[in-house]
């Protein structure tokens, strides 16, 4: 499988990863600029200068620069890269093999393959799978090292908070979207009488098979005047201020799956099925109530000697001990230790995925076998589940995170630009 098939941001990553050949066949490498207490090498430059190449070449509307140019461009920001991982050296953060797996496997996804065929592909054009993987791992360094030293800089308050959902942008996010499928009895501008007469009746009738359990899509293609009869009537997401005022009441109280009876327009008569819907005031989340005890391997704990002590507390729980003692004793979780293991009520995409997965196939009550994520070794309990209607609290954390997000962009580039004051630097030439 040819990489060229594979998409571009996937391609930026993996061509970063180019086999440094000179690297490796010379002992000695020229220094193309010092940081700090660390070097750029001259190997690195010609590498990523190699990428950004062949970057600028496949978008055929843009030149390359002059040679100088374009080489003091991609040192600068070497240097600034190097600067960065130093700051995330200093600061202990690290990428366990455990989320980079993670994340080359969404990589691999996006491109609709599994991680062995992805790799496949990589060594089918060349390129070098381990440093692949370790580049990719430096690029989320580069993410987590600037969300660390960024948001700490950036404050949300409620009086913006508010602003924005009463801004032109904010009422957007707030309308509902509906996937919709129609079916359409037209009528002519000068309809007459007997002409609405008999499309209601069709209207009525087609309703009617609805109800029996006739398909809407099979319908629609069979009998629906509409443009996209042939689709099935299928309408894709529309939010209520994209659809006449008649139709958009006709399904701002149907749930997914339900359909409306017929409705009339200047243009005839409408069926409408709402597929499934976004957004809006009223947002019924599926939750969870879980707690959990949680092992990581530490300084005077390996990774035996917690897996042997997750495992036993295992089997502790299932001869009756107190789930809550067992955490408030051993949990290396603080914040839920202290609370019995108690992690309140969650919600799809709160945890990371290996703790989901656990979770939703767990019963009320059950108590999960040890199972590892990132994080290392959990034992998890669900305690209930709800419905929960959290449509103002997440249209908040949408404002917040919206204006979190613009902050973050603003401020990043003080950041930078602070940090590379701070540096001392010393190109070579």
Not at 253 to 281: I, N
């Given at each position: 499988m040819a990489l060229s098939k594979l998409r571009q941001p996937l391609l930026a990553l993996v061509l970063l990863a180019t086999p440094l050949a000179s690297l490796q066949a010379e002992v000695l490498d020229r220094i193309a600029a010092v940081v700090n207490e660390d070097i750029v090498l001259e190997s690195e430059l010609e590498q990523r200068l190699t990428l950004v190449r062949q970057q600028i070449t496949a978008r055929e509307e843009t030149r390359l620069p002059p040679e100088d140019v374009l080489r003091q461009q991609v040192l600068d920001r070497l240097i600034l890269e190097n600067i960065q991982l130093q700051l995330a050296e200093r600061q202990g953060i690290r990428v366990p093999d455990l989320q980079l797996n993670e994340a080359m496997n969404r990589i691999a996804a996006q491109n609709n393959m599994t991680l062995a065929q992805f790799r496949e592909a990589l060594i089918a054009e060349g390129q070098n799978y381990a440093q692949a993987r370790e580049q990719i791992r430096r690029e989320i360094l580069l993410t987590q090292v600037q969300q660390s030293s960024v948001n700490r800089r950036i404050s949300v308050s409620e009086q913006e908070i508010q602003s924005f959902l009463e801004s032109e942008l904010g009422q957007q996010q707030v309308q509902a979207e509906y996937q919709l499928r129609n079916i359409l009895f037209a009528l002519p501008e000068n309809a007459t009488p007997e002409m609405i007469r008999k499309a209601e009746e069709k209207a009525k009738d087609a309703h009617a098979q609805l109800e029996q359990g006739t398909s809407f899509a099979e319908l629609a293609i069979a009998i629906s005047n509409a443009p996209n009869a042939l689709q099935g009537g299928e309408l894709g997401w529309r939010r209520e201020t994209e659809l006449p005022e008649?139709?958009?009441?006709?399904?701002?109280?149907?749930?997914?799956?339900?359909?409306?009876?017929?409705?009339?327009?200047?243009?005839?008569?409408?069926?409408?099925?709402?597929?499934?819907?976004?957004?809006?005031?009223?947002q019924l989340v599926e939750q969870t109530k879980v707690r959990h005890i949680l092992l990581t391997p530490n300084e005077i704990r390996n990774d035996d000697q917690t897996r042997r002590l997750i495992n036993n507390l295992y089997q502790r729980l299932r001869e009756g001990q107190p789930f809550d003692d067992l955490a408030r004793r051993y949990s290396d979780d603080p914040a839920s230790g202290s609370q019995g293991g108690d992690l309140g009520w969650t919600q799809d995409g709160q945890m990371v995925p290996e703790f989901e997965q656990v979770m939703n196939r767990s019963g009320k009550g059950e108590i999960s076998e040890p199972f590892e994520s990132r994080f290392g070794w959990h034992i998890l309990q669900v305690q209930d589940y709800r419905t929960q209607d959290l449509g103002e609290e997440m249209l908040e954390s949408q404002a917040r995170n919206s204006i979190r997000q613009r902050k973050f962009n603003e401020e990043l580039g003080n950041w930078l630009r602070e940090i590379r004051s701070q540096a001392y630097i010393e190109r070579k030439n």
């Open positions: 008649t139709l958009a009441n006709a399904i701002n109280k149907l749930s997914p799956g339900e359909y409306s009876r017929p409705v009339r327009t200047p243009g005839g008569f409408h069926l409408l099925l709402v597929e499934d819907k976004r957004g809006g005031k009223v």
